[in-house]
């Protein structure tokens, strides 16, 4: 059972992903995290400031359940499932982010220049976390779906808008590391 | 009871999201500089294998756990709000290093900045609400 504690090979993780996939299937659900964001709105009131968030959220339930889910695993594989925090990316990469002020790659989980508490403080950081909150959510629901609906559950449908989702989630991506980045973390 | 179920997809999705390190920050940055094949890999065979799984429950007409058939809705054929959505997405992605799913897994591993992270999604989720008949789609 050592594999369990050690991180864990890209085929396994990918087979658990479309496990996942599978079981909400059979479930006669589908895979989408991002629609939780939606309700959650509703659940806040927004149905009383836009038609968008008028649905009965009871319906969604579920998703929330997933959710929980999803939150409590993160508890268990980190508390009682993994030896060590780091994650070994490629040295090179390592070596690039350290010559960008971010010091922790290559031994924490996440970078600890901004994800930590202390860190909330430091006006750069809190402005990260929240520009990149807001992107994921804004664009999440204007593409109709995130990672799991389009790059997941959309291209295994063979659908070709979430082809083109993702494309755009990768010109996104591309465009952030290598022409904002630089300008955010000089090195 | 149900909900049990639920909750016992999304501990696995959780754990697979942890353990496989795409709940990093760091393991994104890597993806999008082309530094490695780890997520590439992870993306690759989730979607190899959810193409076949999807192809057999249509092909043999599979039923859900309640018998009820598996109906799969096809998306608008549509193109602007799945470019301009999907760019928008990927910046957010690439800054915040984490998609929807691990956000919650992160805040599970004791990480909570991420409960400032999520936040911000979920009023970018409104205020797309707000905006949305004058995107557009």
Known sequence: ?187 | MKSLGYLAIGVLFGITMYKSEAASWFRIYEMFRFASFHMYGIIGTAVALGIIIIATIKKFNIKAFDGSPIVFESKDKTFPRYALGGFIFGLGWALAGACPGPMFTLVGAGFLPLLVVIASAIFGTFIYGILRDKLPH
């Open chain 1, 1 to 187: 059972m050592d594999w369990i504690m050690e991180p864990w090979p890209w085929y396994l993780a990918g087979a658990g992903i479309a496990l996942v996939m599978l079981l909400l299937l059979l479930s006669g659900r589908t895979f989408g995290v991002s629609s939780n964001l939606r309700t959650f709105c509703t659940l806040c009131g927004a149905d009383h400031q836009s038609e968008f968030f008028k649905f009965d959220w009871h319906r969604e339930r579920w998703n929330l359940w997933v959710v929980v889910g999803t939150l409590l695993g993160g508890f268990l594989a980190s508390h009682y499932l993994s030896n060590e925090e780091a994650v070994h990316i490629n040295p090179n990469t390592a070596q690039e982010l350290h010559k960008m002020g971010i010091e922790s790659a290559g031994s924490a989980y996440l970078p600890n220049e901004f994800f930590t508490i202390e860190q909330l403080t430091n006006p750069k950081a809190l402005a990260l976390l929240i520009i990149g909150g807001f992107l994921v959510g804004f664009g999440a629901r204007y593409a109709g779906g995130c990672t799991s609906g389009h790059a997941i559950s959309g291209l295994s449908n063979l659908q070709w808008p979430s082809l083109i989702a993702v494309f755009g989630f990768f010109a996104g991506g591309l465009t952030m590391v290598y022409l904002i980045f630089p300008l955010i973390f000089p090195s």
